[in-house]
């Protein structure tokens, strides 16, 4: 075999190898539908193992008296991202990078615990890496509510839907909209649900420039760590 010949071969096998790659690769959309499911296995999981301890304070947990494990089932799970104090100085308004971009994984999700259609309260799970996933806690009922209500008034579209932020230096949880324009970043402790669990027709999203603004003078003013 002269070295032309090898040369094609050897392209020809790079050339296999990478279409073979990326036949076996699976798409992101699959990815994703599989990583979820692990995540509500690992909150199933922790579900059923501090089960007997949420009876013992049902209210604490947004439960019922009616509610049993042969009613609950899981919602959609949320991923929580953030924010990095040098990503928010970054941030220009109208510029490319949206706030939703700017933010980055936790490597934290949660999974609304539901009975009779209503989230009842949120459970953790975190990413241990290599596909490994543990649940670390039940509760956060008040945001379970609120996202519920903001999931509902403002669905996915196209797969993006309302994106759950915090901003690692600041507290409080805070959500952006993709689909709604002007972009927008509002803080969820402003947001107080009607008594029946929607939105107020008072509550609008918040532009996210002037948030922004007052996240970055927060973050400047506080001393270095």
């Not at 019922?64 to 220009?92: H, N, Q, W």
Request: hydrophobic content about 45%; aromatic content about 8%; overall charge neutral.
């Amino acid at each position: 075999m002269n070295m032309s010949r090898c040369l094609a071969l050897a392209i020809g096998l790079g050339c296999f190898g990478v279409l073979q790659e990326a036949v076996s690769a699976p798409a992101p959309e699959v990815r994703l539908v599989a990583e979820k499911q692990s995540v509500v296995k690992a909150a199933q999981d922790l579900l059923h193992k501090f089960w007997p301890s949420l009876q013992k304070d049902r209210a604490s947990y947004g439960l019922t008296a009616a509610d049993g494990l042969d009613t609950l089932s899981f919602g959609d799970p949320v991923e929580l991202r953030g924010v990095r104090d040098d990503s928010l100085r970054a941030y220009i308004p109208g510029g490319a990078a949206s706030v939703a971009k700017l933010s980055e994984p936790t490597h934290q999700w949660y999974v609304p615990l539901v009975a009779q259609g209503a989230y009842r309260a949120f459970i953790e799970v975190q990413d241990l890496g290599q596909g490994q996933w543990q649940g670390s806690g039940i509760g956060w009922v008040p945001l379970a509510q609120k996202w519920q209500a903001i999931a509902r008034r403002w669905p996915a579209v196209e797969g993006s839907g309302p994106v759950l932020l915090i901003f690692f230096s600041q507290p409080g949880y805070y959500v952006a909209v993709p689909s709604v324009r002007p972009e927008n970043l509002t803080p969820l402790s402003s947001l107080k649900l009607n008594p029946d669990g929607t939105l107020p027709p008072s509550f609008k999203l918040e532009p996210a420039a002037g948030i922004i603004e007052r996240l970055k003078a927060a973050a400047a003013a506080q001393p270095p760590m």
